[in-house]
Nanobody, 121 residues
């Protein structure tokens, strides 16, 4: 069983940056593709970004391409999401997912508790 804990969320002005972290425990996630999803109020949870187990492959949702960067440190069992040029529409709870399918962007059952990101305009 893997436990995921997200951190790094907060309140930021439009145009600003945040770096989210997802720390895994319970078992290593170095062999899992990892992903970030987000859910805004009144909306369904949506895919944001994913990274392969090696870190060599990444995929992004169109709204965040060129602004967000996903990375991982397998030695620390941690995944990151660097978010730049934030917009009000990026406001959401951001969730980490272990075992996402990169080809289909379909999540696995392994979620963290989420971290709130609020972008003020």
């Amino acid at each position: 069983q893997v436990q995921l804990v997200e951190s790094g969320g907060g309140l930021v002005q439009a145009g600003g940056s945040l770096r989210l972290s997802c720390a895994a425990s319970g078992r290593t996630v170095s062999s899992y593709a990892m992903g970030w999803f987000r859910q805004a109020p009144g909306k369904e949870r949506e895919f944001v970004a994913a990274i392969s187990w090696s870190g060599r492959s990444t995929v992004y949702a169109d709204p965040v391409k060129g602004r967000f960067t996903i990375s991982r440190d397998n030695a620390k069992n941690t995944v990151f999401l660097q978010m730049n040029s934030l917009k009000s529409e990026d406001t959401a709870v951001y969730y980490c997912n272990a075992g996402v399918q990169i080809a289909t962007m379909i999540s696995s059952p392994y979620w963290g508790q989420g971290t709130q990101v609020t972008v003020s305009s």
